[in-house]
């Protein structure tokens, strides 16, 4: 609170002496080149008239918009603010002007002093844009704030274009495999049904329902479950699992289950303090390279990223037999590189997922897995035949419950809206509020577990307890009517069908 105040006056202050109020008619007829799109003219404000703190102003090189950019992001608390006066009340999509010389950064955006969400800055040499999301816009003044994160970036401007919450997209119920189980089927149409209209809560780890039960009297309607220790390389170092027999319990109780596979690299483990052998799925921690074991398919190495995919197939035979439909997960984060399926770039990764799921359906026959993607680049996405749903992981500042717009809006961009978009892991919880007013409709959400749910400050007890009592927020108790309903939507296809 204390310290919210004190910028405040820090902000009136450098205001008041930099004078940077600019009416807004005045700055898009000076950046007229910039404000050219359907919406009506876009207002643009120059970073070098916002008010700085602990960064400089600076005109240095060429490319840059107005009278130059703002540099110096470098101390903890170095940040920009631009003021937004005499705007209209509502949405706005917000593009950020940009150079990151020193390879792809992320900045932390602000709105009226509160967390706003992270925007990625891909690298790049030369000014460049970045999409940031959407804004909603207070009538009269606001303050739009960027903060170092990475840092090290210029900043030019920002850009701001009038918009629309859209409506959530008709996406696709159907299936990628044609085989998949009548369980999978039901369970994707009930997401599909959902999806625009509510937003489903997850929660990682079995262990922690009896938390979030006796915080808010509800229980998640997913957990999301590790196939961890169930890949060989832990295994033999005596790791155990029981995620299958505890996801089938979860699956008896009406829940819903998803998996993701934090895959112990086959071999190559490095096993030295700091990279230790359960470290291995960790780029750092092992030698393994994905890329020279799919060029090689007469390897070892090759032949032991079979051994690992059957001994997983393996276990999720069980789940299938068991008739339990799974929000399956594989190579998740990919594009962050710092897991091995990452580290050699997309095409290595791209492979290895198409050869999982051709492995996992057409070997193994396994159809009750519902196929999701977690990458938002187009360079990474491995192809709309083998992927249901499109996903992100949210991990922004503590306490940011912003509807986390700016990948929502790539993951719509990455398939044309046809795909169901998720939000497979998050710290803090977008606020259901916040997804309704700017348009962003994650389907579902899954809070990563320790910290992020129990800390009370990446989610306070008050803010999830709101969450999980909200009218749009699917629990576990809201199941069962939507199950029995779909249930009897299958039953009379399938009657129609045979008539
Ligand atoms: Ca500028």
Do not use: C
């Amino acid at each position: 609170m204390t310290e919210f105040h004190g910028r405040r006056m820090v902000i009136a202050i450098s205001a008041a002496v930099i004078v940077i109020v600019i009416a807004a008619t005045a700055v898009y007829s000076m950046r007229d080149r910039l404000a050219k799109s359907d919406g009506g003219a876009a207002l643009v404000l120059e970073a070098e008239d916002g008010v700085l703190y602990g960064t400089q102003a600076a005109s240095a090189g060429s490319g840059f918009s107005g009278s130059g950019y703002v540099t110096d992001f470098i101390a903890d608390d170095a940040e920009l603010t631009f003021q937004a006066d005499g705007v209209q009340e509502g949405l706005y999509r917000a593009v950020i002007g940009y150079r990151a010389s020193g390879g792809e950064k992320y900045t932390e955006l602000f709105l009226n002093e509160a967390p706003a969400g992270k925007v990625h800055l891909v690298s790049s040499s030369e000014f460049a844009e970045a999409a940031a999301g959407k804004l909603y816009l207070n009538a009269g003044s606001n303050t739009i704030s960027l903060k170092r994160g990475w840092g090290y970036y210029d900043i030019d401007y920002i850009k701001l274009q009038k918009t629309k919450a859209e409506a959530a997209h008709k996406v696709q119920a159907e299936l990628v495999n044609p085989n998949a189980t009548d369980e999978a089927k039901a369970l994707m149409a009930f997401l599909a049904d959902n999806f625009g209209k509510a937003v489903i809560s997850g929660q990682q780890d079995f262990g922690n329902i009896p938390w979030i039960e006796k915080a808010t009297g509800k229980r998640p309607a997913i957990i999301g479950f590790d196939l961890i220790d169930y890949s060989p390389t832990r295994a033999e170092n005596g790791a155990k699992s029981y995620e299958i027999e505890t996801a089938l319990t979860w699956n008896r109780i009406g829940g819903i289950v998803s998996f993701l596979w934090h895959w112990n690299a086959p071999t190559g483990l490095i096993n030295e303090p700091g990279k230790e052998w359960w470290r291995g799925f960790y780029t750092d921690s092992v030698t393994f390279d994905l890329e020279a074991a799919l060029r090689d398919k007469e390897s070892e190495e090759y032949k032991l990223l079979l051994r690992d995919i059957d001994v997983i197939a393996g276990q999720l035979k069980i789940l299938s037999m068991n008739k339990v439909p799974v929000l399956f997960r594989p190579l998740h984060e990919a594009e962050g590189g710092w897991f091995w399926w990452g580290a050699k770039g997309p095409e290595p990764a791209k492979e290895l997922y198409r050869i999982v799921y051709d492995r996992l359906v057409n070997k193994h026959e396994l159809n009750n897995l519902i196929w999701v993607w977690n990458s938002v680049s187009p360079d990474w996405y491995p192809g709309d035949d083998v992927v249901d749903i499109v996903s992100y992981d949210s991990y922004p500042l503590p306490g940011d419950h912003s509807a986390v717009s700016n990948y929502y809006d790539q993951l719509v961009e990455l398939t044309g809206g046809t795909k169901l978009i998720a939000m497979m892991e998050n710290g803090s919880i977008p606020d259901p509020d916040a997804m309704e007013q700017y348009g962003a409709h994650w389907s579902l959400f899954i809070t990563w577990t320790g910290e992020f749910l129990e800390d009370g400050n990446h989610n306070s007890m008050e803010f999830i307890q709101k969450v999980y009592n909200h009218p749009n927020v699917i629990t576990l108790d809201d199941l069962p009517a939507y199950i029995e309903k779909q249930k009897q939507k299958a039953e009379a296809e399938a009657g129609t069908t045979k008539k």
